[in-house]
């Protein structure tokens, strides 16, 4: 079945990086954009940016420009979202999200990965 | 950017009330307008696309109407599945997908 399966959960320090993976499986990884979304304990979704796996161009929301990178490996069917200068605030659980385009042009996302908690804690 | 926000933030319902949740935008994002749902250490759901479009599997009892910069999602009888975090989302804007703040629906 289609699914995002992604990688454990991380602990990490001010200032380190963190690199999440989304194995995608049971349709063309190359086919669908993955987008990136986080939720800090008891908040709401925060849409991080999206990326084409087929060109591999991406796009960031201005409030992660210059901390995310996101990139992919097709050979494995992978996504990775790497955040930098990690600071408290980034604590959340991320989630990757299988974008597509409809024939008329409206966006969704309509596969989800489990998450990924990432805290940041000294 | 622009700016989503939903009302109520949170509601309190019965099995088989019929529930509305209100989301607004900013600006104008014609029918660009998606809906979510989420449960309690869970990933979203999609819902609803394109303001109105029911995503395949979902329930007959859900829907979604709107267009401009007001939208609504009805639930047509609650059922106890549905108690949850209901969250609108534009894609009107490419490259900043904003999401709406949500709407937790509880029991009374």
């Known amino acids: 079945q289609v699914q995002l399966v992604q990688s454990g959960a991380e602990v990490k320090k001010p200032g380190a990086s963190v690199k999440v993976s989304c194995k995608a499986s049971?349709?063309?990884?190359?086919?669908?954009?993955i987008n990136w979304v986080r939720q800090a304990t008891g908040q709401g979704l925060e849409w991080m940016g999206w990326?084409?796996?087929?060109?591999?161009?991406?796009g960031y929301a201005q409030k992660f420009q210059g901390r995310v990178t996101m990139t992919r490996n097709t050979s494995i069917s992978t996504a990775y979202m790497e955040l930098s200068s990690l600071r408290s605030e980034d604590t959340a659980v991320y989630y990757c999200?299988?974008?597509?385009?409809?024939?008329?042009?409206?966006?969704?996302?309509?596969?989800w990965g489990k998450g990924t908690t990432v805290t940041v804690s000294s | 950017d622009i700016q989503m926000t939903q009302s109520p933030s949170s509601l309190s319902a019965s099995v088989g009330d019929r529930v509305t949740i209100t989301c607004r935008a900013s600006q104008s994002i014609s029918s660009y307008l998606n809906w979510y749902q989420q449960k309690p250490g869970k990933a979203p759901k999609l819902l609803i696309y394109a303001a109105s479009s029911l995503q395949s599997g979902v329930p007959s009892r859900f829907s979604g109407s709107g267009s401009g910069t007001d939208f609504t999602l009805t639930i047509s009888s609650l059922q106890p599945e549905d108690f949850a975090t209901y969250y609108c989302q534009q894609s009107y804007s490419t490259l900043l997908f904003t999401f709406g703040p949500g709407t937790k629906v509880d029991i009374k």
């Open positions: 999200a299988r974008g597509e385009y409809t024939t008329h042009g409206y966006y969704y996302m309509d596969v």
């Open positions: 049971g349709y063309t990884f190359t086919s669908y954009d």
């Open positions: 990326m084409n796996p087929n060109s591999g161009n991406t």
